[in-house]
C-alpha cells in the first residue's frame, strides 16, 4: 500500500461513503478479498423503493465528476425526484484499488477485475445496503456505459431503464490497440518498477506520455483546429493545454489504478454473458433504452454506437452535438449537458 491523498482528500474528492463487500470471487479465478465500494447519495429512498438511480463512473474519474456534472436539482438526475447512488468502480483509486489494499494483494499483485466484477459488487451494495430490488434507470459515461451495458444484460429484470453514454458492448479492436498505447506508456517508464514504485508522482514520464495519447484520441479534430482549447477551457497555447489540463489532470492519479481499469476496459464485452453472441445480449435486453452517442467522439464512434442500439429492442438512438469528443463527458460545455439532460428527462418519463 502506498498513500495518495488525491483519493482520500475531501479537498479532491468530496464527501463519499464506503461499503465492505467482504470477499469478491472474481471471473478470472481469483478472490479479492476486503473488497470495498465507495459511493455517495444525493436524495431519499421512497417508500417504495422504486425511485433509485444508479451513476458508474468512467476510466481515471471517480463520483465526484458525475456529482458535479451530472446531479443537481436544474438536471435530469434531480435529488428531489430520485434517490441517486454513485459507486466508484473498482480499481478507481477510491473504491478497492492496487494502492488502497494491503499486502498480498497489493500494488502490482492487485488481481484483475472485469466489468462484470464491478457490476456484481454493486449488486451487492444496492440489495444488502439499501434493500433496492428495482432501479429507475442506469447510466454512465464511457466505461461507465460498459457497467451499464452489463446490468441490464446481467439483470434485466432488475432494470426499468438504461442510458449507456458514449460507449458500446462489446470493445473494438481499434479500442484493443489504443489501450494498449496506454498501457505501455505507463510501463516503459524506468520509474514504474514493475508496479512497485514508492509514489505514483515518480512515474511522471509515464503519466505524461499515456496523457499525450488520450489527448491525441479524447478530443475531436476540430477541437483542435478551432482553437476550442482557447474558448472552452480557457488555456492561451496548444502547450498551455497539454500543461495545464491534460497532463495536470493525470499527474495526481496512481499508476496501477489507471491500468486496473485499462485491462478491464479491454475486456469489456457483455457477450460473455451469451457465450460470445453480442446480437443475442443485446437482444436479451428488458429496459427501456437510450443510446446516446456523442458527434465528435473518437474513442465510440456514434456509428458503432448506433449499431448496438438498432439490436436492442424498443431502444432509441439519441446524438448528442459535441466538439469536444468524447471529453465533453465532463460537461465543458453548458450545451452538452442540456442535451443529455434532455434525453434523460425523457426516458424517465416513459
Known amino acids: ?3 495518495n491523498t488525491f483519493y482520500t482528500s475531501e479537498q479532491f474528492q468530496g464527501k463519499y461513503e464506503t461499503y465492505e463487500i467482504g470477499s469478491l470471487e472474481l471471473e478470472e479465478g481469483e478472490t479479492l478479498h476486503g473488497c470495498k465500494l465507495a459511493y ?3 436524495g431519499h429512498l421512497n417508500a417504495a423503493k422504486d425511485n433509485a438511480i444508479l451513476v458508474t463512473t468512467w476510466f481515471s474519474g471517480t463520483g465526484k465528476i458525475m456529482e458535479d456534472v451530472y446531479v443537481g436539482p436544474e438536471h435530469a438526475l434531480d435529488p428531489n425526484k430520485y434517490f441517486i447512488v454513485i459507486v466508484d468502480q473498482i480499481g478507481s483509486g477510491t473504491s478497492s484499488s492496487p494502492q488502497n489494499t494491503p499486502a498480498p494483494q497489493s500494488m502490482a499483485k492487485f488481481p484483475k477485475i472485469r466489468i462484470g466484477d464491478d457490476v456484481r459488487a454493486q449488486h451487492k451494495l444496492l440489495t444488502e445496503k439499501f434493500g433496492i430490488t428495482q432501479l ?4 454512465g459515461g464511457s466505461m461507465g456505459a460498459q457497467q451499464t451495458y452489463e446490468w441490464v444484460v446481467r439483470y434485466p429484470d432488475m432494470v426499468k431503464r438504461a442510458a449507456p453514454i458514449a460507449s458500446t458492448a462489446r470493445i473494438s479492436r481499434h ?9 505501455e506508456a505507463l510501463m516503459s517508464d524506468p520509474a514504474w518498477k514493475d508496479g512497485w514504485y514508492k509514489d505514483g508522482m515518480h512515474v511522471r514520464r509515464g503519466m505524461d506520455q499515456m496523457a499525450k495519447i488520450v489527448a491525441l484520441q479524447g478530443w475531436s479534430q476540430e477541437f483542435y483546429q478551432e482553437e476550442r482549447f482557447r474558448t472552452i477551457l480557457g ?3 496548444l502547450t498551455d493545454f497539454m500543461n495545464g489540463f491534460m497532463k495536470a489532470y493525470f499527474e495526481p492519479m496512481d499508476p496501477n489504478a489507471l ?3 485499462v485491462w478491464k476496459w479491454q475486456r469489456a ?3 460473455r454473458n451469451t457465450g460470445g453472441d453480442l446480437e443475442t445480449a443485446l437482444k436479451s435486453i428488458k429496459a427501456k433504452t437510450f443510446v446516446l452517442a456523442i458527434s465528435h467522439d473518437m474513442f465510440f464512434p456514434p456509428h458503432e454506437c448506433e449499431a448496438d442500439q438498432k439490436l436492442i429492442p424498443d431502444s432509441q438512438f439519441r446524438l448528442i452535438e459535441s466538439k469536444e469528443g468524447h471529453f465533453a463527458l465532463n ?13 434523460l428527462r425523457e426516458l424517465l418519463s416513459l
Open 40 to 42: 455517495r447519495t444525493f
Open 175 to 183: 479500442q484493443i490497440i489504443f489501450t494498449e498505447t496506454l498501457q
Open 269 to 271: 464485452d457483455i457477450s
Open 136 to 139: 429507475a434507470l442506469v447510466t
Open 235 to 237: 488555456m492561451s497555447s
Open 259 to 261: 491500468l486496473c481499469e
Open 331 to 343: 460537461g465543458l460545455e453548458p450545451k452538452y449537458m442540456e442535451q443529455v439532460d434532455a434525453c
Open 1 to 3: 500500500m502506498i498513500k
